[in-house]
T-cell receptor, first 114, second 113 residues
């Protein structure tokens, strides 16, 4: 079975600073990987996804993530954070052939200082 | 655009009541999911359905049941609500292939008094 670890429960950055949110997964084959964002009181919105091919994937809102098989990681990055990026971020892993499809990490809460 | 609609944003019920949470999607998706979200625990899968009248248990099915009589509608039922079921409930849907992203509703914040 697959699993996901987001080591950082809470991260605080200043507006305009760069951001990296960590995600480590455990799965025996090539995983399908996703990052979602949840604004307060809202459902989850898909930021980006990785299935295969180029290990650097671009998403919405200026986010990108890099798949590193050797480190079992799929970290989310943004060069310059905006106040509107304050939210909770979830990494998820899917396994081919799994009917349940996705396993989510416990989330990282991002606070952006003015 | 994709739309998953949960019938209530906020709901307050009493212990022992039978509670229904409704979810409707307009994308003709095969798969539908119910999650529970609690602080520090992320999203935990309660039940999912891959076809009409088909369902499978997720990680925490105890105390819950589901119903999928039509493709677009997936209901979560708390047979006898308890205070430990106070939580945020999220519904999602996706196409049938495993690599498809899930699309989420805005959630129902349920309080059991």
């Amino acid at each position: 079975a697959q699993s996901v670890t987001q080591p950082d429960i809470h991260i605080t950055v200043s507006e305009g600073a760069s951001l990296e949110l960590r995600c480590n997964y455990s799965y025996g084959a090539t995983p399908y990987l996703f990052w979602y964002v949840q604004s307060p009181g809202q459902g989850l919105q898909l930021l980006l996804k990785y299935f295969s091919g180029d290990t650097l994937v671009q998403g919405i809102k200026g986010f990108e993530a890099e798949f590193k098989r050797s480190q079992s990681s799929f970290n989310l990055r943004k060069p310059s954070v905006h106040w509107s990026d304050a939210a909770e971020y979830f990494c998820a892993v899917g396994a081919y052939g799994s009917a349940r499809q996705l396993t989510f990490g416990s989330g990282t809460q991002l606070t952006v200082l003015p | 655009d994709v739309k998953v609609t949960q019938s209530s944003r906020y709901l307050v019920k009493r212990t022992g009541e039978k509670v229904f949470l409704e979810c409707v999607q307009d994308m003709d998706h095969e798969n539908m999911f119910w999650y529970r979200q609690d602080p520090g625990l992320g999203l935990r899968l309660i039940y999912f359905s891959y076809d009409v009248k088909m369902k499978e248990k997720g990680d925490i099915p105890e105390g819950y049941s589901v119903s999928r009589e039509k493709k677009e509608r997936f209901s979560l039922i708390l047979e006898s609500a308890s205070t430990n079921q106070t939580s945020m409930y999220l519904c999602a849907s996706s196409l049938g292939q495993p690599n498809q992203p899930q699309h989420f509703g805005d959630g129902t914040r349920l309080s059991i008094l």
